[in-house]
């Protein structure tokens, strides 16, 4: 069977069947969120680190209520309000039906400190941490959402092996 196919056809189907499944996953959706000091911000990206600008981006209770609605910012940017702590569902939507999500826990605010300079030192100093954890919490999420090379390769590896496998069976069999 093998002898009838046009020898042009299989890297053509190969390469064709790569392209697609690249082009699926150029436009992935991303979202990132974590709590500030009066509410959550976030940033919204595509999975080839193209900021998600102008897209629709969602907060829900833990019970399921939409509480608000925003758009990103030229950069992906967002940022929601909130004036009480709990868990939150943050969803971002993007053209062609993409959607990404993240759950985010905003936790209560620290009780007052003894005089008001302290408390606005602890506060600050928050505000400062959060704000530095932000971009590591994005790398994170890109790293976590990349295809690596060696992914690539090792399912190229895994369809070489199957194909050798039937060749195999296939010159067995008619030789047998």
Do not use: C
Not at 37 to 61: C, N
Not at 67 to 83: E, Y
Not at 122 to 137: H, K, M, S, T
């Amino acid at each position: 069977m093998i002898r009838n196919v046009r020898p042009w056809r299989i890297p053509l189907a190969v390469v064709l069947t790569i392209g697609a499944v690249g082009a699926g996953w150029a436009h992935g959706l991303r979202v990132v969120a974590a709590p500030q000091a009066d509410g959550i911000a976030g940033r919204a990206f595509y999975s080839d680190e193209t900021p998600a600008t102008g897209e629709t981006v969602l907060l829900f209770d833990a019970g399921g209520a939409r509480l608000a609605t925003t758009q990103t910012v030229d950069d992906g940017r967002f940022v929601f309000a909130l004036s009480r702590h709990g868990e939150y569902l943050v969803v971002a939507e993007g053209e062609e039906g993409h959607r990404a999500e993240t759950r985010v826990r905003v936790g209560p605010l620290p009780p007052s400190a003894a005089s008001p300079v302290a408390a606005l030192d602890d506060a600050r100093l928050a505000a400062l941490i959060r704000g530095e954890l932000q971009p590591l919490r994005e790398d994170i999420a890109r790293y976590e959402k990349r295809i690596r090379l060696q992914n690539i390769v090792a399912g190229l590896g895994f369809i070489v092996g199957l194909a050798g496998a039937w060749v195999w069976w296939r010159a067995r069999r008619g030789g047998g």
